[in-house]
Protein backbone atom coordinates (compact mmCIF):
# COMPACT_ATOMS: atom_id res chain seq x y z
CA UNK A 1 0.00 0.00 0.00
CA UNK A 2 1.39 3.39 -1.06
CA UNK A 3 1.82 6.47 1.44
CA UNK A 4 -0.85 8.76 -0.39
CA UNK A 5 -3.61 6.10 0.35
CA UNK A 6 -2.07 5.80 4.03
CA UNK A 7 -2.02 9.68 4.08
CA UNK A 8 -5.69 9.41 3.09
CA UNK A 9 -6.68 6.67 5.79
CA UNK A 10 -5.31 9.13 8.55
CA UNK A 11 -7.01 12.19 7.14
CA UNK A 12 -10.52 10.40 6.81
CA UNK A 13 -9.60 9.26 10.88
CA UNK A 14 -9.18 12.90 12.00
CA UNK A 15 -11.85 14.19 10.00
CA UNK A 16 -14.06 11.72 11.47
CA UNK A 17 -13.43 12.67 14.66
CA UNK A 18 -13.38 17.03 14.39
CA UNK A 19 -16.76 16.57 11.79
CA UNK A 20 -17.80 13.64 10.68
CA UNK A 21 -17.79 11.81 7.66
CA UNK A 22 -20.66 11.78 4.14
CA UNK A 23 -21.31 8.95 3.31
CA UNK A 24 -19.25 8.58 0.25
CA UNK A 25 -16.55 9.16 2.80
CA UNK A 26 -17.37 6.28 5.37
CA UNK A 27 -17.46 4.05 2.33
CA UNK A 28 -13.94 5.14 1.38
CA UNK A 29 -12.58 4.78 4.58
CA UNK A 30 -13.88 1.23 4.59
CA UNK A 31 -12.73 0.31 1.25
CA UNK A 32 -9.14 1.93 2.09
CA UNK A 33 -8.92 -0.14 5.70
CA UNK A 34 -9.78 -3.36 4.14
CA UNK A 35 -7.28 -2.84 1.90
CA UNK A 36 -4.91 -2.03 4.27
CA UNK A 37 -5.42 -4.79 6.40
CA UNK A 38 -5.28 -7.02 3.90
CA UNK A 39 -1.89 -5.64 2.61
CA UNK A 40 -0.78 -6.18 6.29
CA UNK A 41 -1.82 -9.85 6.22
CA UNK A 42 -0.06 -10.88 2.83
CA UNK A 43 2.77 -9.31 4.12
CA UNK A 44 3.31 -11.20 7.24
CA UNK A 45 2.09 -14.22 5.74
CA UNK A 46 5.22 -13.90 3.06
CA UNK A 47 7.55 -13.22 6.26
CA UNK A 48 6.24 -16.58 7.39
CA UNK A 49 6.50 -18.47 4.78
CA UNK A 50 10.11 -17.31 4.51
CA UNK A 51 10.94 -18.72 8.01
CA UNK A 52 12.58 -22.22 8.40
CA UNK A 53 12.69 -24.46 11.69
CA UNK A 54 16.04 -26.33 12.08
CA UNK A 55 15.62 -29.68 14.44
CA UNK A 56 18.12 -31.41 15.96
CA UNK A 57 19.65 -33.17 13.35
CA UNK A 58 20.09 -29.93 10.89
CA UNK A 59 17.06 -30.72 8.91
CA UNK A 60 14.96 -27.71 7.63
CA UNK A 61 11.07 -27.38 7.23
CA UNK A 62 9.07 -24.95 6.59
CA UNK A 63 6.16 -23.62 9.16
CA UNK A 64 2.74 -25.22 8.83
CA UNK A 65 -0.89 -23.58 9.16
CA UNK A 66 -3.04 -24.52 11.53
CA UNK A 67 -5.63 -26.29 10.68
Given at each position: MDKSKISRIN???RKSKESGL???EKIEQAKLRREYIDSMKN???AQL???R???E????RKL????
Open positions: ELATENNLENQIIVDHGNQRKKE
